[in-house]
């Protein structure tokens, strides 16, 4: 089986595409310099502590053994902190892309699959968002996603690079026989957070309702990381078979609101979310859903998950678990 390397591997959604591609056989080596990540999130054999940054050292571990391909997930993530030091993303996340996609150049490695986001569009003026809706990032983590996918089209023109975009949605949900899941610090996204508050009893802030929805809250596409894994896989596949480079939303096509996962995670827990009602945040759209029927037609990518209470259950399990072994402070 091919040599994959994976960047980000040690981080939520990254180690759990390392444990699918290592199920199935691929001869995996990740890149992390833990900056986010968790060494216990891969096989100690498999890791290579080390920053995007460092050109040579990536040309080096590319070429030998040679690898086939690259999935980058390394990245900042965080929209707020982006907002606060833009400096940061545009370093980390475009200046890391792009040392890497140097080093394969390098090492004559040309194809890649990349985590892109839903936060290219901005603010959308249609749901479901298709792939034809203009990129209008309304933040610098946006921005600098925008940035590598621009880039990585060039380098497809210019100097035959292939790679996948992959824009996902909200990804939730864990992988807890794997001992796998979302262990973000500091933490932002929701499932997470609801479920915090459901353990530690501390409030949850909501952030505005009276949004132009049924209930008031955002409502958002959530995909199950293992579903987000196997879209890595499909597209992994896709350029080792000769496929051109694409990009393709990567979520369910089904929106729910903050109050319905509100509501998913007291149907899974049997417990009251403990909340209160903030302030919009400045950036956030109303409606942010998916039209994933480019990535169904072109790859087959089809979610497992589609109930959001399944989803909610396999992060209530790694909740569980993490919390025996590592209280939250
Ligand atoms: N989590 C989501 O809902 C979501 C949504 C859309 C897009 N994405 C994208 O998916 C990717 C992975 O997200 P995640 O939630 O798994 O994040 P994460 O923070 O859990 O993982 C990112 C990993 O990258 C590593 N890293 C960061 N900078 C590095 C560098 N310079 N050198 C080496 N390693 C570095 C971190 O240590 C971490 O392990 C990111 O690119 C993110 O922008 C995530």
Redesign the pocket.
């Known amino acids: 089986m091919p040599r994959i390397l994976v ?9 759990h595409t390392v444990h699918l591609l290592l199920r199935r056989g691929y001869d995996v080596v990740v ?8 060494a216990h ?1 891969v096989p100690p054999e498999r890791l290579r502590r ?4 460092d050109t040579d050292a990536l040309t080096g571990l590319l070429r030998d053994p040679p690898c086939a391909a690259v999935i ?6 965080a929209v707020g902190e982006s907002m606060e030091k833009p400096e940061l993303y545009f370093a ?2 475009v200046g ?1 892309s792009l040392s890497l996609v140097s080093a394969m150049l390098a090492a004559g490695v040309d194809k890649l699959v990349f ?5 290219v569009y901005g603010m959308p003026e249609r749901v479901p968002v298709t792939e034809e809706a203009p990129f209008a990032p309304v933040s610098p ?1 946006g921005e600098s ?1 925008v940035m590598v996918e621009k880039m990585l089209g060039w380098l497809d023109q210019c100097r035959g690079l292939r790679s996948v975009s992959l ?6 949900g864990a992988d807890p026989e794997a001992g796998l899941g ?3 610090d500091p933490e932002t ?1 929701l499932v997470p957070l609801l479920l915090r508050a459901v353990r530690t009893g501390e409030p949850v802030t909501i952030f505005g309702d009276d949004y132009d929805t049924p209930d008031g809250t955002c409502i958002r596409d959530y995909i199950h ?1 293992s579903d987000l894994a196997e879209a890595h896989a499909i597209a992994l596949e896709s350029l080792l078979a000769g496929a051109p480079s694409a990009a393709y939303n990567a979520g369910t096509g089904q929106g729910h609101s903050v109050l319905e996962v509100v509501r998913a995670v007291e149907e899974v827990t049997g417990r009251t979310v403990p909340r209160r009602i903030g302030p919009r945040r400045p950036g956030d759209a109303p409606v942010l859903v998916a039209d994933p029927s480019r990535l169904r037609a072109a790859l087959g990518w089809r979610p497992g998950y589609t109930d959001l209470r399944d989803i909610v259950a396999t992060a209530w399990e790694f909740e569980c678990r993490r919390a025996a072994c590592r209280p939250v402070e």
């Open positions: 960047t980000g591997g040690a981080g939520y959604i990254g180690s890149v992390d310099n833990l900056c986010r990540g968790h999130n080390l920053s995007l940054q980058h997930f390394a990245a900042y993530i980390n996340n890391g985590s892109s986001t839903a936060a983590y996603k824009r996902y949605f909200n990804a939730c979302e262990e973000h996204h990381v």
